[in-house]
């Protein structure tokens, strides 16, 4: 069974702080994508890392793909409000699969 | 262009009763997954629809079976409700292809089960 763990689970911390998000599993992904849930909505892709090594910058987020496509990471810098919500990273099976595995998720409060 | 819509938003039912829930693909979409999402956890895998067809199921029971139309609408139908179905259903549609194909969400159904 392919599982991934995340860390944090929760996170509370001020505007300006730079935060990193941790995405685990001991199953290896062709792929992985990082999320962003706000309440009363579905998650919203924010990026899909392919390659392991790949590093990925989106404004101040910054998502890195592990070597062995076991595992991800999203940095986040001088971290604002607007960035409150929940963080889920998914990893799609190996070839022959189609769905989506998600993390446990990361619940992020920027406070102002 | 209009993305990924969920109906109804809110559901009151209570054990034993049956539901169903509807989703339409965003447009140019003809896949569609549905996931179950309790509070404060990542969204599980129920079933994808492919062709009008069930192409993969999450650890699931029977309870919960689905249909996809040939407009690649789909629905979820939950049997027997029990306490336990309370969650947020999540409808996801994405483009035909490789596996590592683009989820599109919809708003979801919060489905409480008294």
């Known amino acids: 069974t392919q599982l991934l763990e995340q860390s944090p689970q929760f996170l509370s911390i001020q505007e300006g702080e730079n935060l990193t998000v941790y995405c685990n599993s001991s199953s290896v992904f062709s792929s992985l994508q990082w999320y962003r849930q706000e309440p009363g909505e579905g998650p919203v892709l924010l990026v899909t890392v392919v390659t392991g090594g790949e590093v990925k910058k989106l404004k101040r987020l910054t998502f890195q793909f592990g070597d062995a496509r076991k595992d991800s990471s999203l940095h986040i810098t001088a971290a604002q409000p607007g960035d409150t919500g929940l963080y889920l990273c998914a990893g799609a099976g190996l070839r022959g699969t189609y769905k989506y595995i998600f993390g446990t998720g990361t619940r992020l409060k920027v406070l102002a | 262009d209009a993305g990924v819509t969920q109906s109804p938003t809110h559901l009151i039912k209570t054990r034993g009763q049956q539901v169903t829930l509807r989703c339409s693909p965003k447009?140019?979409?003809?896949?569609v997954s549905w996931y179950q999402q309790a509070l404060g956890q990542g969204p599980q895998f129920i079933f994808q629809?492919?062709?009008?067809?069930?192409?993969q199921r999450g650890n699931f029971p029977d309870r919960f079976s689905g249909h996809q139309f040939p407009n690649y609408s789909s629905e979820l139908n939950v049997n027997a409700l029990l306490l336990g179905d309370s969650a947020l259903y999540l409808c996801a549609s994405s483009t035909p292809g490789t596996v590592n194909e683009k989820l599109f969400f919809g708003s979801g159904t919060q489905l409480s089960v008294l």
């Open positions: 447009s140019g979409h003809d896949t």
């Open positions: 629809y492919y062709e009008e067809e069930e192409r």
